[in-house]
């Protein structure tokens, strides 16, 4: 699963966050785990964080003493998304040329 098409004109780092986290919807991730499903420093990391939380599209929660992070379900794609190789065809020329 992927962040759904209207969250993905959002920082580079903060869908990449968002796609990481639709892909463990059920389970959610920790700030360690994350890292290095997103591969960015620890700063940039929780400045995504922080901007998607203060959007309302991630939720944080204290799991057996883990704090737990996941997407919120409004964020997450219904799996409707065109394949993989032709999404991020389409997501590279959108960065390329920005509308």
């Given at each position: ?7 993905r ?17 059920d ?5 360690f785990d994350?890292r290095?499903l ?11 964080l922080?901007?998607?939380n203060e959007d309302?599209?991630?939720e944080?929660?204290?799991?057996g003493?883990?704090?737990?992070i996941f ?7 219904n ?8 999404a ?5 020329i ?6």
């Amino acid at each position: 699963m992927r962040a759904k098409e209207e969250y993905r004109d959002r920082d580079e780092t903060e869908v990449a966050v968002l796609d990481a986290l639709a892909g463990r919807s059920d389970t959610g991730t920790t700030v360690f785990d994350l890292r290095a499903l997103v591969e960015e420093d620890i700063d940039t990391l929780e400045e995504a964080l922080a901007e998607l939380n203060e959007d309302g599209l991630i939720e944080v929660t204290e799991e057996g003493g883990r704090t737990m992070i996941f997407a919120k379900d409004h964020a997450i794609g219904n799996g409707t998304a065109p394949d993989d190789e032709e999404a991020d065809f389409f997501e590279e020329i959108r960065r390329r040329f920005p509308f």
